[in-house]
């Protein structure tokens, strides 16, 4: 059963300097709360695993929390680069970032063959492209019925998944819908998953075949309302695509980003007053 | 109707997506495209973004591969493991539809280093769903702007193989798809040579010299024995164009990314 708790207690007990941490939302219901709280509890030596890491993960980067990256496309989507995770990699600051690179197809393999207990996920891919050259663990296997080589690639099992959903029950089963990316893998990849949820009911309500998460498959539930943005919850909130403009600049620099991160989430208890200083900034302009 | 090169690139790729095609869509000039052919030429052609909708019918151009309207006008809305499992990897795919921040002569893309992979001199964002949509799809269209600095002698990486080192490169490679069959970009139109697949420049945008599209590429391009004229962007594409990315502009505030 999972227990429903504060986000600062769920990242407390759940999350252990050195683990394989997967924060997944594929653009949509990214746990942006959970990543600072990662932040301001001064986590570090972080495997991070994610798809698409955005702007949480250039956060976790550039704060200095991570010692590995696992992805498969880095980028402020419809912005342009990551700075955070630019510098750690070219320049290796705050510190070396090492990366272990796959494309989509690979990792969403990864996660359901995590999920399904499996050691290695088997697909048709990366055939005259030059990812396994830089990658060792993008390896081959043999189909014993037909001879097709294939690509086999590790599975991902985190010790700790996060996302995001929009409800969750008093018991902690959880619903969310939209787009799914690869939550609910991530979640049963996971020895641990926490979820923040926008909102916490009698009855989820669920349809019938809804992708819902039963609270015995879940460590932890968090009441975090807004807790994706600058991501968006479907049939809560709104993507805040100014946002992500607005973070290029702030990232661009050392300094800037230095200066961000001291005053908007070492300089806050938690997401709730986040999201306050956040808005009185916005209204200021 | 004037027009601007890089809507002459949109409207040309967009008249390579037959109707009742399956497409698979990268997000920015791509979804562009695609999204201008379904409002004109194709209304029926299915659209497939990697975040799980299948037959997105946005109103407004997506900023990110991930927006709600993509989710909220599509047929459908499956899990991302779905997406690259059965529908790319099944073989569903009619047409894989990719950007590239760097090609070579035979359709190959970069979209990861620039410069030595563990000492970069550009990092760029990775591979995304590219790599196995260009193996996997029946077939793919590249759309970018062209430029010595994109269309490069040599890649310094290659991240979502084309043709390869050409001739049977692919079918040596096992590839279940045929791979690139055309790079549309602001200047002109290529098509890989028959036997070599190579990309030489089949037809010219109009008013564009193919000295323009020589120094515009960092390899010895060639031309084809025929080389056309492409037809000027007609007034109901040109409309259809611009009213998209006004829509677009006034949902979000901003154009939407080529990222």
């Not at chain 2, 499956?78 to 997406?83: K, Q």
Request: hydrophobic share 40%.
């Amino acid at each position: 059963m999972a227990e429903i708790l504060a986000l600062r207690d769920a990242v407390k007990r759940f999350v252990n300097d050195g683990d394989t941490v997967a924060l997944e939302g594929f653009t949509h219901l990214i746990p942006t709360a959970a990543g600072h709280e990662i932040i301001r509890q001064g986590k570090k030596d972080l495997t991070l695993v994610r798809m698409t890491p955005d702007l949480i993960y250039d956060q976790l980067i550039g704060a200095g929390c991570a010692r590995k990256l696992i992805f498969s496309w880095g980028g402020n989507p419809g912005v342009g680069s990551l700075h955070r995770l630019r510098d750690a990699v070219e320049k290796h600051w705050p510190q070396p970032l090492e990366i272990e690179e796959h494309s989509h197809a690979d990792l969403a393999n990864a996660y359901v063959a995590g999920a399904s207990g499996l050691p290695f996920a088997v697909l048709r891919a990366y055939a005259g492209s030059d990812l396994p050259k830089v990658n060792p663990l993008i390896k081959t296997v043999t189909c014993p019925f037909t001879g097709e080589v294939l690509a086999a690639v590790p599975s991902v099992r985190p010790d700790v998944s996060v996302i995001h959903a929009q409800k969750a029950d008093r018991k902690g089963n959880v619903l969310l819908w939209g787009i799914l990316g690869v939550q609910k893998e991530a979640a049963l990849a996971a020895k641990r998953c926490i979820v923040t949820v926008e909102e916490i009911v009698d009855d989820l309500n669920a349809p019938m075949n809804s992708c819902v998460l039963p609270t015995w498959a879940l460590t932890a539930v968090c009441h975090v309302p807004g807790g994706a943005h600058p991501s968006y919850a479907h049939g809560y909130n709104q993507r805040d695509n100014r946002f992500y403009q607005a973070w290029d600049p702030i990232a661009r620099d050392r300094g800037t980003f230095t200066a961000w991160i001291d005053e908007y989430i070492h300089g806050t208890a938690d997401f709730s007053e986040f999201q306050a200083k956040l808005a009185a900034a916005q209204e200021a302009k | 109707m004037a027009y601007s090169t890089n809507e002459m690139m949109t409207v040309a790729a967009a008249r390579r997506l037959k109707n009742d095609s399956v497409c698979f869509v990268g997000i920015g000039l791509p979804s562009k495209a695609a999204n201008l052919a379904r409002l004109t030429s194709s209304p029926d052609v299915v659209l497939i973004y990697e975040s799980g909708p299948i037959g997105a019918k946005p109103s407004v151009l997506p900023l990110s591969i991930g927006d709600g309207e993509l989710a909220e006008t599509a047929d459908t809305v499956v899990p991302t493991g779905e997406i690259f499992r059965y529908w790319l990897q099944g073989g569903r795919i009619d047409v894989g539809f990719l950007g590239a921040a760097q090609v070579d002569r035979f359709g190959n893309i970069n979209t990861t280093v620039v410069g030595d992979y563990h000492q970069p001199k550009v990092r760029l964002p990775g591979a995304g769903g590219a790599p196995e949509i260009a193996g996997s799809a029946k077939s793919v269209l590249i759309i970018l702007k062209q430029s010595a600095r994109s269309f490069v002698d040599k890649l310094d990486f290659i991240t979502s193989v084309g043709h390869g080192e050409g001739g049977d490169s692919r079918k040596r490679l096992g590839l279940p798809g045929a791979g690139p069959v055309g790079i549309i970009t602001d200047l002109c139109i290529m098509e890989p040579e028959e036997g070599s697949h190579e990309f030489v420049v089949t037809a010219l945008h109009p008013g564009v010299t193919r000295e323009q599209v020589v120094a515009a590429t960092g390899w010895a391009i060639r031309f084809a024995d025929q080389v056309s004229t492409t037809a000027e962007p007609t007034a109901v594409e040109l409309t259809a164009l611009r009213d998209l990315e006004a829509r677009t502009a006034a949902a979000h505030g901003q154009a939407p990314g080529e990222a």
